[in-house]
């Protein structure tokens, strides 16, 4: 972490740049193993970003993506989070949709934010997922299914990025890197 205001980590120097929106904060992050495995194994750069409390809105999320990545000299970047994270990214692109490579979801909230033109989307669910169940994922790729994929983990609940870190951050890679 860095001095700057508002909590993050960096992990890896690659040249393709991914945020991951843990569902909280960085302390209970089960997001950090995945990060370390695409910025140690597959190079890329991965930049975590935490809330502030636990009662920040997802607006507010939002404006302290714009304002990590801002920090950081990034334009553009692949967005994704987790569950609440995942949320907030969708927010964030379907704000910001001109400074989004592409959109990461891990676990589906049903929640009503419209996926922004053009955006590739990568969802993963978890096969056994009873708080963001994979036919919300389901649903939401078929609003857009020319350009948004889903993948499954396996015997995957909620917490599958921490239970199967390797198997999601391989599914991300093999997407990512395919050029």
């Known amino acids: 972490m860095t001095d700057f205001a508002i909590p993050h980590v960096i992990d890896g120097e690659g040249p393709i740049v991914l945020v991951l929106i843990p569902?909280?904060?960085?302390?209970?992050?089960?997001?950090?193993?995945?990060?370390?495995?695409?910025?140690?194994?597959a190079g890329f750069h991965i930049v975590r970003i935490g809330s502030?409390?636990?009662t920040e809105s997802p607006r507010e999320r939002v404006a302290d993506v714009t304002a990590v990545l801002d920090h950081l000299g990034h334009e553009r970047a692949w967005i994704g989070g987790h569950g609440v994270g995942g949320t907030v990214a969708r927010e964030f692109v379907a704000a910001h949709p001109d400074r989004v490579d592409g959109?990461?979801?891990?676990?589906?909230e049903d929640e009503?934010?419209?996926?922004?033109?053009?955006?590739?989307?990568?969802i993963i669910q978890?096969?056994?997922?009873?708080?963001?169940?994979?036919?919300?994922?389901?649903?939401?790729?078929?609003?857009?299914?020319?350009?948004a994929s889903v993948k499954s983990i396996a015997g995957g609940?909620?917490?599958?990025?921490m239970t199967h870190p390797v198997e999601t951050a391989v599914?991300?890679?093999?997407?990512?890197?395919?050029d």
Do not use: C, M, N
């Not at 904060?25 to 695409?38: R, T």
């Not at 959109?103 to 589906?108: A, D, I």
């Open 23 to 41: 569902e909280h904060d960085l302390e209970k992050d089960a997001l950090g193993v995945v990060a370390h495995y695409l910025a140690e194994e």
């Open 103 to 108: 959109l990461l979801l891990l676990g589906v």
């Open 112 to 122: 009503d934010i419209a996926l922004a033109p053009v955006v590739p989307v990568l």
């Open 52 to 54: 502030r409390s636990d």
């Open 157 to 161: 609940g909620h917490l599958f990025p």
């Open 126 to 147: 978890g096969s056994e997922d009873d708080v963001t169940p994979p036919d919300l994922g389901a649903a939401l790729q078929a609003t857009a299914p020319e350009r």
């Open 171 to 178: 599914i991300i890679e093999e997407y990512l890197d395919w």
